[in-house]
């Protein structure tokens, strides 16, 4: 059996209860190098196989899921964040597929949550954005034209973008572009809920010197929208004058 584990967000203690109890259990583990906090291979049994697939190619990582296989053996492939979002996992689920190995998949605490917990940000806030969208900026990974920056920039909602710390002078422009104001509060997250998180608030204008100044070129996530802003309507759901499916509204 396979489980693909969401490692959390950073922190050794953000992995969900059943993350860590199948580490515990696993004979082998593939962690996703030096995305994932090594603290987190503390929580295996003495024995255990432990492989950095920082180095491997897809073909080599599941050539040691069929040999764990093979030998009767639990493989933990750890990923980073939640395995859903870069994760690559889709290619991976399609081999084991045709090779009939059973697997499953544990969510994880995404960085994107990790991170506004670290801003103490609420993304979706009324009359600010009630949309998140998560994307990158185009590099040696094409992005399809209809998600590009300057398009998805038009609707102003609060804007995640991984792996894109290393390509904000475009990112910069196309947000500038697309229609985001060079005021719009922007925070740029280094290894959110890692012991060595840094935050950098900044504003798109700013956005580029901010990066380059402070030296950040991966493993950072940028945060972009008015939801950090100090304007906003207070939510209907805790509104005396709003009733609701449990209570009657007392003004």
């Avoid at 994107?112 to 998140?132: H, I, N, R």
């Avoid at 290894?191 to 950072?220: D, M, Q, Y």
Wanted: with cysteine; charged share 20%; aromatic share 8%.
């Amino acid at each position: 059996m396979v489980h693909f584990v969401g490692a959390g967000s950073g922190a050794a203690d953000l992995i969900t209860l059943r993350g860590a109890r199948l580490l515990g259990e696993a004979d082998v583990v593939v962690y996703a190098g030096s995305l994932v906090n090594p603290q987190l291979l503390t929580y295996t049994k003495p024995g255990c196989e432990i492989y950095n697939s920082a180095k491997m190619t897809l073909e080599e990582v599941i050539a040691v899921v069929k040999a764990a296989e093979a030998a009767g053996k639990v493989t933990v492939r750890l990923h980073t964040g939640d395995s859903s979002i870069y994760g690559a996992v889709r290619e991976q689920f399609d081999e084991l597929d045709k090779l009939g190995i059973a697997y499953d998949v544990c969510p994880g605490v995404s960085s994107f949550c990790g991170a506004a917990a670290s801003l103490k940000a609420e993304y979706t806030l009324p009359d600010v954005s009630q949309t998140v969208i998560i994307t990158r900026t185009a590099g040696r990974t094409p992005v399809p034209e209809r998600e590009s920056i300057r398009a998805l920039a038009a609707h102003r909602a609060t804007m995640v973008l991984f792996l894109s710390t290393s390509l904000t002078e475009v990112l910069q422009a196309d947000l500038l572009a697309g229609g985001y104001p060079g005021d719009t509060p922007v925070a740029v997250v280094y290894k959110a809920t890692w012991p060595e998180e840094r935050i950098f608030r900044c504003t798109v204008e700013t956005l580029h010197e901010t990066v380059t100044k402070n030296g950040l070129t991966k493993t950072s996530l940028i945060i972009v929208g008015n939801c950090m802003g100090d304007k906003y309507l207070r939510s209907l759901l805790y509104h005396p004058g709003f009733t609701t499916e449990y209570r009657e509204a007392t003004q």
